[in-house]
């Protein structure tokens, strides 16, 4: 089955026919996705490569978090997506970043502070989860308009942390293929 796979306004088309292989843009990867607790969190392998990856679907999308890095993907059907690609809906820039937490935990370090710029990749704050210290990263360039959060504070998975005036709505860093593998698989294995 073909999937578009959106992520930070950039389309992957997925070919997920094959149990093991996944075509990315035409590039074929061996792909294992396994469930580690029946819930969120799974075990990628990308071409022998190993990822312990998180992925939350709310509000139409996917939440991928993989080695500190949030993406929120959204996933089509090739078709659909084609579909409405002719009847006019398009994705809108809103021009700031909600950061939310990707799941409930602690707040360890608090690293941006409102007013303070930002660049895509850059650690905002610290997040414990289940015994491990995740890095939650600047989804874009901006500057911090607001923080929610302070050190300790615990977070439900959802809770605004911060909002970033997003000034590069274009920005894009390239590993967006292996989030795009690993919603596709979560996708094909529902």
Same mark, same amino acid.
């Given at each position: 089955m073909k999937y578009i796979a959106t992520v930070r306004g950039q389309d992957f088309e997925i070919d997920v026919d094959r149990h093991g292989t996944?075509? %990315? =843009?035409?590039?074929?990867?061996?792909?294992?996705?396994?469930?580690?607790?029946? @819930?969120?969190?799974?075990?990628?392998?990308?071409?022998?490569?190993?990822y312990e990856i998180y992925v939350e679907r709310r509000e139409g999308a996917y939440y991928v978090l993989i080695e500190?890095?949030?993406?929120?993907?959204?996933?089509?059907?090739e078709?659909?997506?084609?579909?409405?690609?002719?009847?006019?809906?398009?994705?809108? =820039?809103?021009?700031? @970043?909600n950061i939310e937490a990707p799941m409930p935990g602690l707040v360890v370090r608090v690293l941006a502070a409102p007013g303070d710029e930002v660049s895509e990749g850059q650690?905002?704050?610290?997040?414990?989860?289940?015994k491990m210290e995740n890095e939650i990263r600047s989804p874009c360039d901006g500057?911090?308009?607001? %923080?929610?959060? @302070?050190?300790?504070?615990? %977070?439900d998975k959802g809770d605004t942390l911060m909002v970033i005036e997003n000034q590069d709505a274009d920005a894009d860093d390239g590993d967006e293929d292996g989030a795009a593998v690993a919603l596709a698989e979560v996708v094909d294995g529902r």
């Open positions: 996944v075509v %990315v =843009d035409g590039e074929e990867q061996c792909v294992d996705l396994r469930p580690i607790d029946g @819930a969120y969190l799974y075990s990628l392998i990308i071409d022998k490569v190993s500190g890095e949030q993406y929120e993907v959204d996933v089509d059907q078709r659909l997506k084609k579909l409405k690609a002719f009847s006019g809906h398009t994705l809108e =820039d809103e021009g700031a @970043a650690g905002l704050l610290i997040l414990e989860a289940m500057v911090v308009q607001s %923080v929610s959060v @302070a050190p300790g504070a615990a %977070v």
